[in-house]
Nanobody, 123 residues
């Protein structure tokens, strides 16, 4: 069983940077791949980034590639999403999720989810 809790969401201006954290409970978290997803108001949840269990492999949605970086510190049971050059279209509730398979972009394949954290980017 893994429990996830996101933090770091806030309101920022376009062009600013922000780092989201996802703290996991459970000693087996090291075996889980993690992903970040987001859901804007009135839209479906979409994939943002994923990282495998040891942090060697990562994958990004085209919309954030080059601006966002996913990383993890297994000693701290935490996954991060560094977001640079933020745009108003990045405004959404951001969720972290975990599953044991590896790099996956479909939210349906993730077993555990956090409660989400709101990121608002103003122009």
């Amino acid at each position: 069983q893994v429990q996830l809790a996101e933090s770091g969401g806030t309101s920022v201006q376009a062009g600013d940077s922000l780092r989201l954290s996802c703290a996991a409970s459970g000693r087996t978290f090291i075996y889980y791949a993690s992903g970040w997803f987001r859901q804007a108001a009135g839209k479906e949840r979409e994939f943002v980034a994923a990282i495998n269990w040891n942090g060697v492999d990562t994958y990004y949605a085209d919309s954030v590639k080059g601006r966002f970086t996913i990383s993890r510190d297994n000693a701290k049971n935490t996954v991060y999403l560094q977001m640079n050059s933020l745009k108003p279209e990045d405004t959404a509730v951001y969720y972290c999720a975990a599953q044991v398979e590896g790099i996956i972009t479909s939210d349906m394949e993730y077993d555990y989810w956090g409660q989400g954290t709101q990121v608002t980017v103003s122009s």
